[in-house]
T-cell receptor, first 109, second 115 residues
């Protein structure tokens, strides 16, 4: 079974708005990562947060991690058309990196 | 650096045929993995390797074999293809297991259809 589950499955917002997607997981983890996938292509790493960190920023991205709730959120601020993609969380436990099913984000012009 | 390369890009097989999907990386990464991606299912881990000579099973290993004789290469073998193995296959690599080395670099994928 997959470790992470993203929520919502799909999200449409206006350009310039903020986008928030969530990831819940089942077991303890070493770290959690977020990846982006443009249609039909390989995944691109966005950000990694360690299990002992609570928040991390990278440009327009903000990631939070709540290990007590086994959840993480990815916030994309001031969205752009180029942010249209699928976003996946990936959790690492021991040597396995397991992905969730992803959130499809569509930025409307 | 070419990064992570995968061949072929597309492949059509008949049920029962066998084939090998190739994956290579030129970044001297210790960790390599194979995922399959199906609509609505995200990516599922098939097999992974933490270094040459070491492989282990992921979430969905049945029907697939792997080996890691060199650091650079991590081929995925389909022993007897089945329609359920129709999918897009991604290979990924990362520097080494551990917090700092866990960023995975993905190949462009192989689209496999089994008739």
């Amino acid at each position: 079974s997959q470790q992470g589950e993203e929520d919502p499955q799909a999200l449409s917002i206006q350009e310039g708005e903020n986008a928030t997607m969530n990831c819940s997981y089942k077991t303890s983890i070493n770290n959690l990562q977020w990846y982006r996938q443009n249609s039909g292509r390989g995944l691109v790493h966005l950000i990694l947060i360690r299990s002992n960190e609570r928040e991390k920023h990278s440009g327009r991205l903000r990631v939070t991690l709540d290990t007590s709730k086994k959840s993480s959120s990815l916030l994309i601020t001031a969205s752009r058309a180029a942010d249209t993609a699928s976003y996946f969380c990936a959790t690492k436990r021991d040597d396995k990196i397991i992905f969730g099913k992803g959130t499809r984000l569509h930025i409307l012009p | 650096n070419a990064g992570v390369t995968q061949t072929p890009k597309f492949q059509v097989l008949k049920t029962g045929q066998s084939m090998t999907l190739q994956c290579a990386q030129d970044m001297n990464h210790e960790y390599m993995s194979w995922y399959r991606q199906d609509p609505g299912m995200g990516l599922r881990l098939i097999h992974y390797s933490v270094g040459a000579g070491i492989t282990d099973q992921g979430e969905v290993p049945n029907g697939y074999n792997v080996s890691r004789s060199t650091t650079e290469d991590f081929p995925l073998r389909l022993l007897s293809a089945a329609p359920s193995q129709t999918s897009v296959y991604f290979c990924a690599s990362s520097l080494r297991p551990g917090v700092r080395g866990d960023t995975q670099y993905f190949g462009p994928g192989t689209r496999l259809t089994v008739l």
